[in-house]
């Protein structure tokens, strides 16, 4: 079945960096675009950044351009979130996605997620 499983995340102070990590598993992960997601508490998940399946083209939402960046390593079936200035504001739980088109209508797959939380 499919899994997606965050880890990485943890207390940094502001100004940090932390590198996330999604394993998948469970799909070709090499044809599916992947990205992450954060959700911060009282508010809605939203996407942080994107990343095509060959790793090629990427998209960021406005607030973590030049901060974050995504990658993706097709030969380990993992993607990652590189996190570096970060802002007491970037606080959430950060999760793995993956839509996957099996059947007439496409899916989402999450992971658990994993908390980050930037304080001093």
């Known amino acids: 079945q499919v899994q997606l499983v965050e880890s990485g995340g943890g207390l940094v102070q502001p100004g940090g960096s932390l590198r996330l990590s999604c394993a998948a598993s469970?799909?070709?992960?090499?044809?599916?675009?992947m990205s992450w997601y954060r959700q911060a508490p009282g508010k809605e998940r939203e996407l942080v950044a994107a990343i095509t399946n060959t790793g090629g083209s990427t998209n960021y939402a406005d607030d973590v351009k030049d901060r974050l960046t995504i990658s993706r390593d097709n030969g380990k079936n993992m993607v990652y979130l590189q996190m570096n200035s970060l802002k007491p504001e970037d606080t959430a739980v950060y999760y793995c996605?993956?839509?996957?088109?099996?059947?007439?209508?496409?899916?989402?797959?999450w992971g658990q997620g994993t908390q980050v939380t930037v304080s001093s």
């Open positions: 469970g799909f070709t992960f090499s044809t599916n675009a």
């Open positions: 996605k993956v839509k996957l088109y099996r059947s007439v209508f496409p899916r989402d797959y």
